[in-house]
């Protein structure tokens, strides 16, 4: 059964699986399904249309699935769909989307820290860490086991790659392909993400082939599509160098230089 402190507001067409745990003076409004085994803490706000997997943590006052802060926002039957294992901390706040049967989208095992904002139409992979005071502006995609640092700002419709590195601080106006670690002030590229990757059992063999396909696009005087051709024309096309080509060819906004 749920254990339902009785200080608790839960609207009677929310549905919470056997297990949920709800502290005191959280609220849970209409349309709202919580996974087995999730606690949503005290004073937490999940306002509508939002789906919850199993074994969260919703943190003391995180706000989660509101109306987008968006002026194309009209009204429309939007959501929030958060996966399984994901924890979200204190203050934390996640919209939900613009568009009619839209939704903002967080993965499962991710970790969004202390007053970080995801905006509207985000979509955020499996296994992501978003570190303290973070803000997503609208329409952002972070890929899996990327890591974004504290008090970065993330710019609309950008996208970062799977097991990238953000340090903190930053500006991201531009794709962060992925791999890569970026940082500073103004924000560039650094190095590949080398600590991660091998953290996560990537092969040295890898991580060699990567740094060309690192040095090519950023340590050389060509520009990206004449970049690209030579990593084509000169590296094995290994798992992680296909990805990271289709990324940059993919990109809309173009790649951080």
Same mark, same amino acid.
């Given at each position: 059964?749920?254990?339902?402190?009785? !200080?608790?507001?839960?609207?009677?067409?929310?549905? /919470?699986?056997?297990?949920?745990?709800? #502290?005191?003076?959280? +609220?849970?409004?209409?349309?709202?399904? *919580?996974?087995?085994?999730? !606690?949503?803490?005290?004073?937490? %706000?999940?306002?509508?249309?939002?789906?919850?997997?199993? #074994?969260?943590?919703?943190? @003391?006052?995180?706000?989660?699935?509101?109306?987008?802060?968006?002026?194309? &926002?009209?009204? =429309?039957?939007?959501? %929030?769909?958060?996966?399984?294992?994901?924890?979200?901390?204190?203050?934390?706040?996640?919209?939900?989307?613009?568009?009619?049967?839209?939704?903002?989208?967080?993965?499962?095992?991710?970790?969004?820290?202390? &007053?970080? @904002?995801?905006? @509207?139409?985000?979509?955020?992979?499996?296994?992501?860490?978003?570190?303290?005071?973070?803000?997503?502006?609208?329409?952002? #995609?972070?890929?899996? $086991?990327? *890591? *974004?640092?504290?008090?970065?700002?993330?710019?609309?419709?950008?996208?970062?790659?799977?097991?990238? $590195?953000?340090?903190?601080?930053?500006?991201?106006?531009?794709?962060?392909?992925?791999?890569?670690?970026?940082?500073?002030?103004?924000?560039?590229?650094?190095?590949?993400?080398?600590?991660? %990757?091998?953290?996560?059992?990537?092969? #040295?063999?890898?991580?060699?082939? /990567?740094?060309?396909? $690192?040095?090519?696009? $950023? /340590?050389?005087? %060509?520009?990206?599509?004449?970049?690209?051709?030579?990593? !084509?024309?000169?590296?094995?096309?290994?798992?992680?160098?296909?990805?990271?080509?289709?990324?940059? =060819?993919?990109?809309?906004?173009? +790649?951080?230089?």
């Amino acid at each position: 059964m749920s254990q339902i402190d009785p !200080r608790a507001l839960v609207h009677e067409t929310a549905r /919470l699986t056997d297990g949920v745990v709800v #502290e005191p003076f959280a +609220i849970i409004g209409p349309g709202v399904t *919580i996974g087995r085994g999730s !606690r949503v803490s005290s004073m937490a %706000l999940i306002e509508k249309d939002t789906e919850i997997g199993e #074994e969260c943590v919703i943190g @003391h006052a995180a706000v989660l699935g509101t109306d987008p802060q968006d002026l194309k &926002y009209a009204g =429309e039957p939007t959501y %929030l769909k958060v996966g399984s294992r994901t924890t979200i901390r204190e203050f934390a706040t996640i919209n939900r989307a613009t568009g009619s049967g839209e939704a903002t989208v967080v993965g499962d095992d991710t970790m969004i820290m202390a &007053y970080a @904002h995801v905006a @509207h139409n985000c979509v955020i992979g499996d296994r992501v860490v978003i570190v303290n005071a973070v803000n997503l502006a609208g329409h952002v #995609e972070i890929e899996d $086991y990327a *890591i *974004i640092g504290g008090m970065t700002a993330v710019q609309q419709f950008v996208k970062i790659g799977a097991h990238s $590195y953000v340090g903190g601080a930053c500006r991201v106006s531009k794709d962060v392909p992925p791999y890569f670690k970026i940082g500073g002030v103004p924000t560039r590229p650094i190095e590949v993400n080398t600590v991660g %990757l091998l953290r996560r059992g990537f092969s #040295e063999e890898s991580l060699n082939q /990567l740094r060309k396909a $690192y040095r090519l696009l $950023y /340590l050389t005087d %060509l520009n990206t599509t004449q970049a690209i051709a030579r990593i !084509r024309e000169e590296l094995p096309m290994t798992d992680e160098v296909v990805c990271l080509v289709a990324f940059v =060819e993919a990109s809309q906004r173009g +790649i951080i230089k």
